[in-house]
């Protein structure tokens, strides 16, 4: 072994193997000799033993002295004159997106050690992007990049049409106006009902469906969902039922003490609100006046909704009342009483079951959202003004409202945030009446300046089935949406 061979060399010779001390003759007597040897010695190759085979470790290269020549990235001169390469803008490209170098035309990085690793596995995109290309690819969604902003959706300011409508009352109480699934407009003039038939914005025909005469007027138009009877509620207390093809008078009913200012139909069930604080049920089917009467409020009846699968009846009324009834009881299933005003505005989702909203008068002012299946109120929107009317877009989960005191504006929600979409303005009294066409795209609303305004403030539905007559006297339940 080293230490056995050790203790026996002579003293002032080289420690050196016993094989090679003959060949090498090194003697360390004398300083020069030595020197020389030594020198020899260096400059014998090193050849590793035949009987024994070196492994050395892996290479490991430090990556801060990297360069970009090594990868052909780097920026080289032009052998030639100034001419530029054309591969040029290529590899200053691809370096910037592999590293996020400077990428413009002129730009030379010098790369520093340390600064930027060839193989790191995440590239500091704080900075703007540098390559034409990182814009591009964060616009269309690449991982970790934000969701773009989708562009408001663009609301006509001004109404496509304006008609004059002479005598339409300004009173909070009625309910004027309505737009059938048959695309005609029924509206209450003074003692008049007269129908407006519409073909793609176009007014084509005007008829007077009926006169009530100098001792009665009109209250309240409302159409069947498939679109072929009207009923018109009188001054006088009276709920009457016409066939709008025929121009005639099929049924009166009475049963109402005063004036009839609102009604409803479901499928097959008319519904009317009065002055004298009560809500009959009619049903055309059976010989009688009314089948049950709803008794709830203490003051007038001026807004009734039915909901879309014909189970709930929304009621409100100028004691400041919102009520839920269903057809199994004649008592309210829900009292709903934080409103401060008149209750008028009232319309139901067609997009979630058991969700309808209200809203009040001048002292009131707010857009309530309700939860019929437990009574909770869901949120609370002040609008600023008086709410007259509501109405829920079928096509997108919107919803518009009209106002009174002070500012007689048209608003346009996205639920459930209740951001304004857009603020219509036009009229210059109370914007008491409103309708939705057909569609769902146009919205017709009417006031006391004795002008109808048409407004296109909805998108188109995808997908929509045709409404099918069934007939008034069918059992059969038939849903417009």
Not at 2 to 12: H, I, L, Q, T
Not at 128 to 141: H, I, T, V
Not at 182 to 201: E, F, K, R
Not at 323 to 332: K, M
Request: hydrophobic share 35%; glycine share 8%; net charge positive.
């Amino acid at each position: 072994s080293g230490a056995s061979a050790g203790a026996g060399a002579k003293p002032g010779r080289l420690n050196v193997p016993a094989g090679m001390a003959g060949s090498l003759r090194l003697d360390a007597s004398s300083p020069a000799s030595s020197s020389s040897s030594v020198a020899r010695l260096l400059e014998i190759p090193k050849t590793p033993s035949p009987s024994k085979v070196t492994y050395s470790d892996r290479f490991i290269p430090c990556r801060t002295s990297s360069r970009l020549h090594n990868f052909a990235l780097a920026d080289r001169p032009s052998p030639g004159s100034g001419s530029r390469d054309d591969g040029s803008a290529y590899s200053r490209l691809l370096r910037a997106e592999l590293f996020g170098g400077d990428a413009s035309p002129g730009g030379d990085r010098q790369d520093s050690p340390g600064s930027n690793n060839l193989f790191r596995f995440k590239t500091d995109r704080s900075s703007a992007p540098s390559s034409p290309f990182a814009e591009k690819l964060d616009c269309a969604g690449g991982a970790g990049s934000p969701t773009p902003k989708k562009a408001p959706r663009k609301v006509p300011k001004t109404p496509h049409k304006v008609l004059d409508a002479p005598s339409l009352q300004d009173d909070f109480y009625l309910n004027l106006v309505d737009w059938s699934s048959q695309n005609m407009l029924a509206v209450g003039l003074g003692t008049c009902v007269y129908l407006w038939s519409i073909a793609n914005g176009t007014v084509i025909q005007v008829t007077k469906l009926c006169d009530l005469g100098p001792r009665d007027s009109v209250c309240a138009v409302h159409w069947t969902r498939e679109g072929s009877y009207l009923a018109v509620g009188t001054s006088l207390g009276d709920v009457q039922i016409w066939d709008s093809s025929r121009c005639k008078r099929i049924r009166n009913m009475g049963g109402h003490q005063t004036r009839a200012g609102v009604l409803a139909w479901n499928s097959t069930i008319l519904s009317s609100g009065s002055r004298d604080k009560n809500i009959l049920q009619h049903d055309i089917r059976v010989p009688t006046d009314y089948i049950s009467k709803f008794s709830g409020h203490r003051s007038e009846v001026c807004g009734l909704k039915w909901s879309h699968d014909d189970r709930e009846l929304a009621s409100g009324g100028n004691d400041n009342q919102l009520l839920v009834w269903n057809q199994r009881s004649q008592q309210p299933v829900l009292r709903l009483t934080e409103h401060t005003a008149a209750v008028k505005a009232i319309t139901w989702s067609p997009h979630q079951h058991s969700l309808v909203a209200s809203g009040g008068g001048t002292a009131d002012r707010c857009i309530k959202f309700w939860n019929t299946a437990n009574g909770n109120m869901l949120n609370s929107i002040d609008t600023g003004s008086q709410v007259c009317n509501l109405a829920w877009c079928k096509n997108v989960n919107e919803l518009v409202s009209t106002h009174g005191y002070s500012q007689n504006q048209i608003m346009v929600w996205k639920y459930p945030s209740m951001s304004k979409v857009a603020t219509l303005t036009g009229h210059t009294l109370r914007v008491l009446y409103l309708a939705t066409s057909p569609d769902g795209q146009t919205i017709v609303t009417g006031a006391g300046d004795e002008t109808l305004r048409f407004w296109n403030i909805f998108p188109s539905m995808k997908a929509q089935a045709p409404a099918r007559d069934a007939g008034l006297f069918s059992f059969s339940r038939s849903h417009i949406r």
